[in-house]
């Protein structure tokens, strides 16, 4: 190791000092060849240095993304050591490398801020068995080779022509909304990266000394901001915070922090070791709790290597507007971004539900997640705007598109004081016909924009976000008091509470081991309530205590059949009965209802005539289960729209069966957002609507501006003669009975 550093630390151009490492490698692991392969712009892996290979094969061999051992390693992001590699399946013979000698290969990845950008490789002629340690050794290697390798791909970059100014369009990416809105500014990378002269340790004592003060300077940062910035967050964001903080003080990885000190390594680089360890983890879980509470520990690393690092290695943003640009953020790094200036957010994160998304929200940054290579697509510095009302990235815009920001900014602004004229009016239709429009909301701070939206009320609160962001199940007292707190602040207006919708992407790994091949499809909502019937009576009993004397309403998620409801609703009144013998207190008006996210139920609503107070339509997983589309796979997810003939004519269905069996209708869910599709709900008698905050106002001006009636009869004419263009023809028969749609 001692060698290596020297090399490392040498000046000189980076080539040769490659070949100075391979034969050093190759002399220290006694291995017969030592090779290293970069990572292309085009995703191949081109051979940039070796020992014992032939020398004529440098810059000419290269492996495709999923081609060979080399390929599977960079492409699984793991190490590989076999005995016998032309055995393996995916061997990939090149001849001109003269590699026929070799059996024994093993291969590890060279990783820079999460990525693959690169592949370490030693072979022996004899076959044999690589030891756990020499796995661990050559790791660190890697670890220590990925800055020089990096400066590779900063010479291809600093040949090419800037393009960062604005006027040289980069180009645009696409994502999923976390916080809607719209922002513009320099990009700012997050990218916390080690300076490879701090990986060895030259004194272990003092190491283990600095490590130690850093842990102490990372747990009091934290405390810090929960004292300071707690308070303002609201109480969702603030259990995150509260979680987090729980695992900075989590004494197990501060220990394995100190084992790798204790083996050499510095303080900086026993840190990176344990967060590449993370991601890898991160990477391969399946639940996405589990995914959320491994990033949360890599945040932590991050942290801690800025701290090790200095002033210089903190968060940088400029005084003018910034956009901040990550593959993933956690709760902490974002506030600490946050509280310096940001204009908007893009990460490649694509979890809605993340703790970096819940903080966007409590904030108001416009912030879009999920964008495939984001963090290879802008370079610091790139001029960006954020267009999270149409859930768009445009890098490096051009003087014409940075135009129409500027007027859609305005247009904005213009908009907002319309609808918030419109705020204490009805949303009443031309024709008289009244619709309430309602608030979707999960976290308690969701709250705060129901006046500013003028909705009528809750329509959907999700409860299972309390669970979702704690590390232990939610005390019976915990959950009487957010939704007594929910109550209060809604002031009189309905609630409508959804209960436990777990199970699918929502998974609390204390419960739930199970992992299914599909887990839309399985043991999940009121199947996993009813299968643990302890936790789902604590949340009903929690529900009828925070109501008390005054109205309750409460609806079941994800009913396939009249018996989970009735089940359901069994457990609900004797939970009822159960508090009145002991309080002396009943809620005054009990409404219960189920939501229709299955087609089965739509089949079976008659047998429920009398005992259903309400029907919500839960559009998002009706849609992914109606059509057979995957909502959360973004090459179908758009595919399928809920303007279409089948969708339409099944809900008018709905509709009307309700109709006859007595069944108020309502809807919930991101189709109600758009005034077309809330013509449509409307017009087949569905008379509440729910959605975001950010919506009710378009909507209303929409419902107020058309003749109901006349889109009606326009609407069940289209459907039994649909075109082509099915969207369009029903957008031509709303304007044709006065419709106002903004950007129709």
């Not at 020499?134 to 670890?143: C, K, N, S």
């Not at 932590?300 to 005084?319: A, F, H, V, Y």
């Not at 908009?415 to 008289?432: F, H, M, N, V, W």
């Not at 009869?713 to 903004?742: K, S, T, W, Y």
């Amino acid at each position: 190791m001692n060698s290596l550093r020297q090399v490392m630390a040498e000046d000189g151009e980076t080539r040769s000092r490659l070949d100075q490492v391979v034969h050093l490698i190759a002399s220290t692991m006694v291995a017969d060849v030592c090779s290293i392969y970069h990572r292309e712009a085009d995703g191949t892996l081109l051979l940039i240095a070796t020992e014992g290979l032939k020398p004529e094969a440098v810059n000419k061999t290269r492996m495709g993304s999923t081609e060979g051992l080399v390929g599977y390693v960079a492409r699984t992001a793991e190490p590989i050591a076999i005995e016998d590699a032309p055995r393996h399946p995916a061997f990939s013979y090149r001849p001109e490398t003269g590699e026929d000698p070799f059996h024994a290969f093993l291969g590890v990845p060279i990783l820079r801020t999460g990525g693959v950008i690169g592949v370490l490789v030693v072979q022996n002629r004899t076959e044999r068995s690589y030891r756990d340690e020499e796995v661990e050794t050559l790791q660190t290697i890697a670890m220590v080779l990925a800055e020089i390798v990096h400066r590779i791909s900063e010479d291809q970059l600093s040949a090419q022509p800037d393009r960062r100014a604005r006027g040289q369009n980069g180009g645009n990416l696409r994502g999923r909304i976390f916080c809607e809105g719209l922002g513009y500014g320099r990009a700012v990378l997050h990218d916390p990266v080690v300076p490879a002269a701090r990986f060895f340790a030259a004194d272990q004592k003092e190491e283990a000394l600095r490590l130690e003060q850093g842990l102490k300077d990372l747990r009091a940062s934290i405390d810090r901001m929960m004292l300071i910035d707690g308070a303002a967050l609201g109480e969702d964001p603030r259990d995150v915070m509260e979680a987090y903080r729980l695992l900075a003080h989590d004494t197990s990885w501060a220990e394995k922090l100190q084992e790798g000190v204790r083996s050499g390594l510095s303080a900086e680089a026993s840190v990176d070791r344990a967060r590449r360890e993370h991601r890898a983890k991160m990477q391969a879980a399946r639940d996405p709790y589990l995914r959320e509470r491994l990033h949360d520990l890599e945040d932590l690393d991050n942290r801690l290597l800025r701290i090790l690092g200095g002033d210089e290695n903190k968060p940088q943003i400029t005084s003018e507007s910034s956009v901040l640009v990550a593959r993933r953020l956690g709760p902490a790094e974002l506030l600490e971004y946050a509280k310096l200036g940001l204009k908007g957010i893009l990460m490649e994160e694509a979890a809605a539900s993340s703790h970096a998304a819940i903080v966007a929200r409590a904030l108001s940054i416009p912030a879009i997640g999920g964008i495939e290579g984001l963090t290879t697509l802008i370079e610091q510095g790139d001029y960006v705007i954020v267009d999270a009302e149409q859930g768009q990235a445009h890098i490096r815009p051009d003087d014409a598109v940075y135009d129409a920001y500027k007027s859609r900014v305005a247009l904005r602004s213009e908009r907002q004081a319309i609808y918030a004229s419109l705020r204490g009016l009805p949303a009443e239709t031309k024709d008289g016909k009244t619709v309430s429009l309602m608030l979707n909301a999960g976290l308690d701070l969701d709250l705060d924009m129901m006046d500013q939206a003028g909705a009528d009320g809750v329509g959907l609160f999700r409860t299972e976000f309390q669970f979702l962001v704690s590390e232990t199940l939610p005390r019976l007292e915990d959950q009487i008091a957010l939704y007594r707190r929910v109550l209060d602040r809604a002031g009189g207006r309905p609630v409508i509470f959804r209960t436990l919708d777990l199970g699918g992407d929502k998974v609390l790994p204390i419960l739930n081991q199970l992992r299914e091949e599909n887990p839309a499809l399985g043991w999940r909502s009121i199947r996993f309530a009813l299968d643990h019937k302890g936790l789902f009576r604590r949340q009903l009993r929690a529900l009828v205590r925070a109501a008390g004397e005054g109205a309750l309403t409460v609806m079941f998620p994800m009913v396939t059949t009249p018996e989970e409801f009735r089940e359901a609703r069994a457990l609900l009144e004797e939970e009822v009965v159960w508090t009145l013998k002991r309080t002396g207190r009943k809620p005054s008006k009990l409404e219960i209802g189920v939501m229709l996210e299955t087609p089965a139920l739509a089949f079976a609503l008659p047998d429920l005539a009398g005992e259903v107070d309400f029907l919500s339509v839960g559009t998002n997983d009706l849609l992914q289960f109606f059509f057979a589309a995957d909502r959360m796979t973004p090459s179908v997810s758009d595919r399928y729209a809920l303007i279409s003939p089948s969708a339409l004519r099944f809900l008018r269905m709905v509709a009307e069966t309700c109709q006859t069996a007595g069944i108020r209708l309502s809807v919930c869910g991101e189709a109600t957002a758009t005034p077309l599709a809330a013509f449509c709900f409307a017009a087949f008698g569905y008379t509440s609507l729910s959605m975001s905050a950010s919506s009710i106002g378009p909507v209303k001006q929409a419902l107020r501006s058309i003749d109901l009636a006349g889109f009606r009869r326009g609407l069940d004419q289209a459907l039994n003669e649909p075109n082509g263009a099915f969207r369009n023809q029903v957008l031509r028969i709303a304007l044709e009975h006065g419709a106002d749609i903004p950007d129709a």
